[in-house]
Nanobody, 121 residues
Framework: QVQLVESGGGLVQAGGSLRLSCAAS????????MGWYRQAPGKERELVAT???????DYADSLKGRFTISRDNAKNTVYLQMNSLKPEDTAVYYC???????????????WGQGTQVTVSS
């Protein structure tokens, strides 16, 4: 079973920065897209950003310019640099990865356990 382990969440004041990391391990042949989603209390989970294996990035329109997604394919790790944080960025942030477990196998979606980001005003 593929495991995604997130780190880097926490409490930060408005205007501050945080960097989230998510490392994938176990039973990985290759990873296609990786991404970050978030879910605020009482709201649905929403896309933050995704990045393909080749480095193509896609962001939620409202977050462009403040958040940057990157990945290290050698480490099977995806990062999310969050700058100029606002109280409305408060949410649980989830890592997602589309993983091929073996050569010729299918691709399955996996999720991390989530990491809390709280931005105080």
């Amino acid at each position: 079973q593929v495991q995604l382990v997130e780190s880097g969440g926490g409490l930060v004041q408005a205007g501050g920065s945080l960097r989230l990391s998510c490392a994938a391990s176990r039973n990985i042949f290759s990873i296609n897209a990786m991404g970050w989603y978030r879910q605020a209390p009482g709201k649905e989970r929403e896309l933050v950003a995704t990045i393909s294996s080749g480095g193509s990035r896609d962001y939620a329109d409202s977050l462009k310019g403040r958040f940057t997604i990157s990945r290290d394919n050698a480490k099977n790790t995806v990062y999310l640099q969050m700058n100029s944080l606002k109280p409305e960025d408060t949410a649980v942030y989830y890592c997602n990865a589309a993983v091929r477990g073996r050569l010729g196998g299918g691709v399955s979606d996996y999720w991390g356990q989530g990491t809390q980001v709280t931005v105080s005003s």
